[in-house]
């Protein structure tokens, strides 16, 4: 049933961040209810299929003072309540931090934004793109003398946001069952993303790591760290860096003469422009062949369609088919309490009347609700 069994978190329903945070806590078995707005607008199926699997929704307007007078309800039995809306706009429906604790004052309430709750531009529109920019960690990703590469939104949405406010919200409901007391959690992605370079920070104070992006180890500057092309078009991932599996993959390309100092920044131009060529001379999989079975630290790199079918993900069963859809199991593995198996997400709606009953709402109660028109079902 997963770690988190027995816990009870409200997902006000909202975009990238937040349903992936929904999606992690609900991968470890709690029981996330995700609310939406009758119909469920864009948020409905796409891109968040798979961010909103596992979990039942209630379709709640909030507009309505029955609405608000429902989640306020439903926050007594709750352990956690998360959002994703500009700061301000949980308060103005009427169900903002204050007012959710008077319900429950065990209540741990997660506030999910770029900028944070404060600040000059907290009022202000973003998106992921925005926020690594100010961290620090968007300049650090590109090509020498190129532009910085937006790295998808794994860095603001996913890493520094969604993940940041899961971790966030468990340590919260940790401390409020030893304390009695809830409390809000203000998780920023300009912040989450900043932590996740914490490594770079300390080797930029150590005076290893220097901003000129495209120059260091660990940003493609290096030929022990990079992206190489292959005969077919595909490409490799190469990253030997301990001088023992850089030795390895000398070894197999037959350099061992060539590559007698590989930290030497002066070498590492000569030294990549040799691997682009050697490693055009064979296909992808040809490549990986020759390296299986060794240190030398080479992966092919896989595209969405192959990464389910890779040896070691089946094997491992890294990834899942759910609802027609593959995409990747539960993690991290549990030894004792494992996850279940996601479960495909429904249209909007289809679980009001058995949130509602589960909640403690009476089967008159539901059916003024919905006559109100502050619930809908699917």
């Known amino acids: 049933?997963?770690?988190?069994?027995?816990?009870?978190?409200?997902?006000?329903?909202?975009?990238?961040?937040?349903?992936?945070?929904?999606?992690?806590?609900?991968?470890?078995?709690?029981?996330?209810?995700?609310?939406?707005?009758?119909?469920?607008?864009?948020?409905?199926?796409?891109?968040?299929?798979?961010l909103f699997r596992s979990r039942r929704n209630l379709a709640l307007d909030l507009k309505r003072p029955e609405g608000v007078a429902t989640l306020l309800r439903l926050c007594r039995g709750a352990d956690a309540l998360f959002e994703g809306f500009r700061p301000g706009v949980v308060e103005r429906l009427g169900v903002g931090p204050e007012a959710c604790a008077r319900a429950n004052p065990k209540l741990v309430y997660g506030r999910m934004t770029g900028w944070g709750q404060s600040g000059p531009l907290a009022d202000r529109a973003g998106h992921d793109l925005n926020y690594i920019a100010l961290s620090g960690a968007l300049n650090a990703v590109g090509r020498r003398g190129e532009r910085p590469v937006p790295p998808l939104n794994l860095v603001g949405d996913f890493g520094g946001g969604g993940m940041m406010l899961a971790f966030g919200l468990v340590c919260g409901i940790l401390e409020a069952r030893a304390s009695g007391r809830g409390q809000v959690i203000d998780a920023s992605m300009v912040e989450g993303s900043a932590a996740l370079m914490a490594m770079f920070f300390g080797a930029k104070a150590s005076g290893l790591h220097r901003e000129v992006r495209g120059t260091n180890a660990l940003d493609g500057g290096a030929p022990f760290y990079d992206v190489y092309e292959t005969r077919d078009g595909r490409h490799l991932a190469v990253g030997p860096i301990e001088p023992q599996f850089f030795a390895?993959?000398?070894?197999?390309?037959?350099?061992?003469?060539?590559?007698?100092?590989?930290?030497?920044?002066?070498?590492?131009?000569?030294?990549?422009?040799?691997?682009?060529?050697?490693?055009?001379?064979?296909?992808?999989?040809?490549?990986?062949?020759?390296?299986?079975?060794?240190?030398?630290?080479?992966?092919?790199?896989?595209?969405?369609?192959?990464?389910?079918?890779?040896?070691?993900?089946?094997a491992r069963g890294?990834?899942?088919?759910?609802?027609?859809?593959?995409?990747?199991?539960?993690?991290?593995?549990?030894?004792?309490t494992a996850s279940s198996d996601p479960v495909a997400m429904n249209p909007v709606g289809t679980d009001t009347r058995s949130v509602l009953a589960d909640c403690g709402f009476e089967p008159a109660e539901i059916e003024a609700l919905l006559g109100a028109g502050a619930v809908a079902t699917a």
């Not at 329903?13 to 864009?42: H, N, T």
């Open 1 to 50: 049933m997963g770690p988190l069994h027995g816990i009870r978190i409200l997902e006000l329903a909202g975009i990238g961040p937040g349903p992936f945070c929904g999606m992690m806590l609900a991968d470890m078995g709690a029981e996330v209810i995700r609310i939406d707005r009758p119909g469920g607008g864009a948020l409905a199926g796409g891109m968040h299929q798979v």
């Open 248 to 314: 390895e993959l000398a070894s197999r390309l037959g350099l061992d003469s060539l590559y007698g100092a590989q930290l030497d920044p002066s070498r590492w131009e000569e030294q990549k422009a040799t691997l682009a060529r050697l490693f055009r001379e064979k296909t992808r999989d040809e490549w990986e062949a020759v390296f299986a079975g060794t240190d030398a630290c080479v992966a092919p790199v896989l595209t969405m369609e192959e990464a389910p079918s890779h040896p070691h993900n089946a």
């Open 318 to 336: 890294s990834f899942l088919e759910v609802g027609g859809v593959w995409q990747a199991a539960p993690t991290p593995r549990f030894s004792r």
